[in-house]
């Protein structure tokens, strides 16, 4: 093969990849689904700059009504300073793949856009632009706003997958099971046998109701397992066992801290190392079960790369958060590669805004492109060799074949 760089670039230009965790919403969740160019601006990890680079106070900020938030951003980090953080860049790529201007001194052309637009069309031109087919959503059985939409049906869409979340359960059992005893589930603070029973008639309920792929909760740097606590509990007795049933892996997302900073709200969370042996222990402890897993700490991926090799039930995937910028995405992802050859996810969005899946998923075949054609390089100096064809299916697997394959849907 002449230029692996440019076979590499092409065929992941043409692969329809499958986004494996976001927080989009299918248009049957009508209002929860955000889009367009406040809500680009007003993300929060462009909140947590503006906060950087202007006098705005936090208190200040939140008194202002959505579109003086995304003016004082759009003055604050594209007008004043060049957008050239990881966040800032994606709005302008965004910008420029609607044909929009990048460098105007307000949004009245980019509002004018976006508001002109139907969403189910819409969505169809971003997934295009994207080059993503069907995205995974984030849903939380717990949220007032969420809940009544599928108790009325939420009609099945093929393009969005549900996921059952379990932050409020897993994490704040106290201040939250009163909500599944309203909603006629006989549970108490205190889990008796017959509280756990319950849980998992709740369990069954919402998974019934929205077909997830797989459950998903994000957990603090400072988790363990086994411990004696609720959470501990909960996923031994409850969970786990309901991922068994169902044929569904359990997704954690390991070492948040949250609200750090609570004046700054969703921009306000942080990140720990965490003791990944609670990880192991659950690998080991329930081999059938499995689990999708992502770690925000940077120290914590080279661990995760190890227990992938001991633990087949182990699927590593996505650079989270404040990892996904490129440096760390090519020290991870080649890492993994390394470790692991094509056996792990290397990205999710994470995408929160509908416009977002543009950038970043631009960005991960950017920066992805010179990593794999240089692991092909390799094999080929020491004596191997590669086709497109085994190119194109290595892409297929990380992008979607490894998902589907580990949550058992067909793809
Ligand atoms: O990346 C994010 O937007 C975070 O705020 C979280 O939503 C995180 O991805 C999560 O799913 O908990
Ligand atoms: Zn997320």
New binding site residues.
């Given amino acids: 093969m002449t230029n692996l760089l440019e076979t590499v670039t092409e065929e992941l230009q043409a692969a329809q990849f499958l986004d494996m ?1 976001t ?1 989009l919403f299918k248009p049957a969740l009508g209002t929860l689904g955000l889009w367009g160019i406040d809500e680009l601006l007003t ?3 462009l909140e947590a700059e503006l906060f950087r680079s202007s006098e705005i106070t936090p208190e200040q900020y939140w008194s202002m009504s959505k579109k003086e938030q995304a003016d004082a951003i759009w003055r604050t980090l594209f007008v004043d300073n060049l957008p050239v953080s990881e966040a800032t860049r994606g709005v302008v790529a965004v910008l420029q793949a609607f044909g929009l201007p990048t460098e105007s001194k307000d949004l009245k052309d980019a509002r004018q856009y976006f508001s002109s637009q139907k969403i189910e069309a819409h969505i169809e031109k971003v997934f295009q632009l994207a080059g993503i087919s069907e995205v995974v959503m ?1 849903n939380d059985p717990l949220d007032p706003a969420e809940a009544p939409l599928w108790e009325k049906g939420g009609a099945a869409d093929k393009s969005f997958h549900a996921v059952l ?1 379990l ?1 409020p359960i897993l994490n704040k059992w106290t201040e939250h099971w009163k909500v599944l005893e309203q909603a006629g589930y006989k549970v108490e603070q205190h889990l008796s046998p017959k509280g756990i029973r319950e849980v998992r008639r709740f369990l069954d309920d919402w998974s019934k109701r929205m077909q997830p792929v797989y459950m ?1 909760v ?1 957990l603090p740097d400072t988790f363990q397992y086994p411990e004696e606590s609720t959470r501990a509990q909960l996923l031994r007795e409850a969970v786990l066992p309901a991922c068994r049933e169902l044929g569904i892996p359990l997704s954690t ?1 390991i070492g ?1 801290r949250l609200q750090v900073n609570p004046a700054i709200k ?1 921009a306000g ?1 942080a990140v720990g190392k965490a003791d990944l042996r609670a990880l192991e222990n659950l690998c080991r402890n329930f081999p059938d079960n499995r689990f999708l897993v992502s770690v925000l700490s940077r120290e914590n991926q080279h661990e995760l790369c190890v227990y992938a090799r001991k633990f087949s039930n182990l699927m590593p995937f996505g650079c ?2 404040f990892l ?1 910028n490129p440096s760390v995405v090519e020290e991870m992802t080649r890492e993994r590669i390394e470790m692991l050859g094509m056996s792990f996810i290397p990205q999710h969005s ?1 995408a ?1 805004i509908l416009e977002q899946v543009i950038y970043k998923w631009r960005n991960t075949r950017r920066t992805l492109a010179p990593i794999l054609a240089n692991s092909y390089g390799l094999l080929v100096e020491d004596g191997g060799s590669v086709s497109r064809e085994r190119i194109r299916q290595d892409i297929q697997r990380l992008f979607r074949g490894n998902f589907s394959q580990f949550c058992g849907i067909s793809g």
Avoid: E, G, I
Wanted: aromatic share 22%; hydrophobic share 30%.
């Fill in positions: 965790h927080h993300y929060h990890y984030t979340r932050d998903a994000s997302m948040v969703l969370d989270w958060w996904n994470d929160r």
